[in-house]
C-alpha cells in the first residue's frame, strides 16, 4: 500500500497541489518519466509531494532559482568567521531530495569546493530502499548513473556523507516508522562503505501559511529529535540545519523560501548560502 501511495505521488508531480487518484499503470509510469527529465534540468523543479495527501509542487522558474550562473561567493563581513574553508567539502557527497537539488544547482559556484550531489526529487528514506529496478523508483543519478543511495556512495568514493531526508517521508509513514526507514539505510550505506563518517542534516521547516494535516512544523520538530537521538547513540554527526533557517517561531524564513506559492519548503540562493555558511561553521 505504501509503494503505491508513493507511485501516485510520482504520477502527480507534474500537477500543481492537486489530489492523488489511484490510475492506471500506464498513465502513472509516463508521468513518472516526465518528472524524471524535468528533475534534471531545473533543481527546484523537482519539487517534493506529500506522500500523505497526494499533493505535488509545480515548480516555479523565479522561486526555483535555479541558475548555473551563480558567481563566487565571496566571505562578507556578515558571515561566521570560524568557517572552515570550501575544500574542506571536497570529500563529501550529499545525498537529499529536491531542497538538496537545489543546493546542488546552487554549489555550482564552488560554494561547497568539488562535493558530490546524490538527490533526486521525492527521494525518501522509504524509497531509498527500493531495488534498482523497482518500478517507478526515483532513485538518484552520479556520473549520468542510476543508482540505489548505498551503491552511490560507494561509488563516489567519497568519505562525508552529509544525509538531509524526511519531507517526503514523515506524512505519508509517520515519524517512528521514518526513522526505522533511516535506519535501514545508513546501515546499508555501511556496509558497503565502512569507512565513512555519517552526517544527518535535520529536515528544515515550511513557511507559516503552507502547512499540511500530516507535514507541518510540529511534525517535522518531532522527527528532528528523534533524529539527533539516533545520532547520539550511534555516533553521527547530527546538524541542525533547521536552526539556520527559521525564524523565532520555527517557520521557514521567508526570504528563504524559493517557492512560496506552492509548498513553502524549497530555498532561494539567499537560504542555500545561509545553508552553507551553517554547514562550514558546523561541520568541525
Known amino acids: 500500500m505504501k509503494k503505491l501511495l508513493t507511485v501516485l505521488l510520482a504520477a502527480t508531480m507534474s500537477l500543481s497541489l492537486c489530489a492523488c487518484g489511484e490510475g492506471d499503470a500506464e498513465e502513472s509510469s509516463a508521468a513518472q518519466e516526465s518528472v524524471s527529465a524535468a528533475a534534471s534540468e531545473d533543481a527546484a523543479g523537482n519539487a517534493e509531494g506529500n506522500e500523505s495527501t497526494g499533493e505535488a509542487v509545480q515548480p516555479s522558474a523565479e522561486g526555483g532559482e535555479a541558475s548555473?550562473?551563480?558567481?563566487?561567493?565571496?566571505?562578507?563581513?556578515?558571515?561566521?568567521?570560524?568557517?572552515v574553508d570550501k575544500s574542506w567539502f571536497d570529500d563529501a557527497i550529499f545525498v537529499g531530495d529536491s531542497v538538496t537539488l537545489k543546493l546542488s544547482y546552487y554549489a555550482e559556484n564552488g560554494a561547497l569546493g568539488d562535493a558530490a550531489f546524490l538527490c533526486a526529487g521525492?527521494?525518501?528514506?522509504?524509497?531509498?530502499l527500493w531495488d534498482i529496478d523497482e518500478e517507478n523508483n526515483v532513485h538518484p543519478t552520479l556520473n549520468g548513473?542510476?543508482?540505489?543511495?548505498?551503491e552511490g556512495v560507494a561509488a563516489s568514493g567519497k568519505k562525508n556523507v552529509f544525509i538531509m531526508l524526511g519531507m517526503n517521508d514523515i506524512g505519508l509513514n509517520g515519524v517512528d516508522d521514518s526513522i526505522e526507514n533511516m535506519k535501514e539505510?545508513?546501515?546499508?550505506?555501511?556496509?558497503?562503505?565502512?569507512?565513512?563518517?555519517?552526517?544527518?542534516?535535520?529536515?528544515?521547516?515550511?513557511?507559516?501559511?503552507?502547512?499540511?494535516?500530516?507535514?507541518?512544523?510540529?511534525t517535522i520538530p518531532q522527527f528532528n529529535e528523534k533524529l539527533q537521538e539516533v545520532c547520539e547513540e550511534r555516533g553521527f554527526v547530527y546538524l541542525d540545519v533547521a536552526s539556520a533557517v527559521s525564524d523565532e517561531a520555527g517557520n521557514l524564513v521567508p526570504e528563504y523560501c524559493?517557492?512560496?506559492?506552492?509548498?513553502?519548503?524549497?530555498?532561494?540562493?539567499?537560504?542555500?548560502?545561509?545553508?552553507?555558511?551553517?554547514?562550514?561553521?558546523?561541520?568541525?
Open 185 to 218: 539505510l545508513i546501515e546499508r550505506i555501511l556496509n558497503k562503505s565502512p569507512e565513512v563518517e555519517i552526517y544527518i542534516q535535520s529536515v528544515t521547516p515550511m513557511l507559516e501559511n503552507m502547512q499540511g494535516d500530516m507535514l507541518n512544523n510540529t
Open 68 to 83: 548555473t550562473d551563480a558567481q563566487p561567493v565571496e566571505q562578507s563581513e556578515d558571515e561566521p568567521a570560524d568557517m
Open 145 to 150: 548513473t542510476k543508482y540505489t543511495v548505498d
Open 122 to 128: 521525492s527521494l525518501s528514506y522509504y524509497n531509498a
Open 258 to 284: 524559493g517557492d512560496p506559492e506552492a509548498m513553502g519548503i524549497h530555498f532561494t540562493d539567499a537560504g542555500c548560502k545561509r545553508w552553507v555558511q551553517y554547514l562550514r561553521s558546523h561541520v568541525e
